[in-house]
């Protein structure tokens, strides 16, 4: 069979359904290109946008050391750590190194500037010259109100022991505690301190243990469910610490008496299996 060349005459039932594929298909065909267009700018946008990005980025850098200082002021302000505040702060920026001085009430304020700074700009360096103000308070008065930022902290409970001396300002404390966050915690909290110029966080973490645990429920209610500690079991936080490391206990704090420091260790001893009880309870002292 060959292939004939001859043109094929039309019918009209022919145009009708070539129209309908025209109209149809150039519908088809401007919606294909619709979307290609629309990929196309949105390739093109994601292209810029880096550009664009790395481009402000450039331009951050070569911001200069009087707007800097002003942006450092004005975030100082903002977080209340101006002169009326009690805050004395110079600001001083030269090619891009911020530098911090003068005096703050407390380390927490003093760290708080110093992130307000690194928050001015891209690119900057923060120096934090910054110190704690005297706060005209001796260390026995720090030492108590110290010892009152502890007492305050939701989670200090029988099971913790925080423990600590103040020295020309400078705050050490000690004990043992039993998560990291709650050694943070404590440091955090001896920082909002006005006055306290250093804290030295020796508190220990002790180990998670399941059988340390048990100790620990069992020593308090062998104390606390005896009827002579009742006074002491009432209050929000009682005086005696049970701190349990590695199947041994140690009792920390105060009691009244000294038969109240013996009824304490014996209760201990006969109710708890434990490799060793240590009994530092201190008594207080009459008048």
């Known amino acids: 069979m060959t292939l004939s060349l001859r043109p094929v005459p039309l019918r009209v039932t022919d145009v009708l359904f070539d129209k309908k594929v025209m109209k149809y ?13 629309s990929v196309l700018c949105l390739v093109v946008l994601c292209m810029v946008l880096p550009v664009t990005a790395s481009a402000s980025e450039r331009v951050s850098k070569y911001v200069s050391d009087s707007t800097i200082k002003s942006i450092v002021e004005r975030n100082l302000e903002k977080h ?18 911020i530098v911090l001085s003068g005096t703050v009430p407390s380390l927490k ?42 007492r305050l902290y939701s989670r200090y409970d029988i099971f913790d022991w925080v423990d600590g001396r103040v020295r020309n300002g400078v705050v050490t404390l000690t004990g043992a505690v039993r998560q990291p966050y709650r050694k943070a915690d404590y440091e955090r909290l001896v920082e909002q301190v006005d006055g306290v110029k250093r804290v030295n966080n020796e508190l220990r973490v002790l180990p998670l243990s399941t059988f340390d645990d048990q100790i620990r429920f069992a020593a308090s209610r062998a104390i606390y469910r005896d009827p002579l500690f009742t006074p002491y079991a009432i209050q929000a936080l009682p005086p005696i610490h049970i701190v349990v490391e590695n199947g041994r206990v140690m009792l920390k704090g105060v009691v009244a008496t000294p038969m109240e420091k013996q009824v304490a260790e014996a209760n201990v001893r006969s109710n708890v299996m434990a490799f060793e009880v240590i009994n530092d309870l201190q008594v207080e002292k009459a008048g």
């Open 25 to 37: 298909g150039g519908i088809a065909m401007f919606n294909r290109v619709k979307t290609v267009t």
């Open 80 to 97: 209340h750590l101006t002169a009326k505040d009690g805050a004395n702060i110079q600001v001083d920026v030269d090619d891009h190194v």
């Open 109 to 150: 304020l003093m760290r708080e500037a110093g992130k307000q700074a690194w928050r001015a700009n891209n690119g900057v360096r923060v120096e934090n010259r910054l110190s704690v103000a005297n706060a005209r308070k001796t260390d026995d008065q720090l030492a108590e109100e110290v010892a009152h930022a502890v």
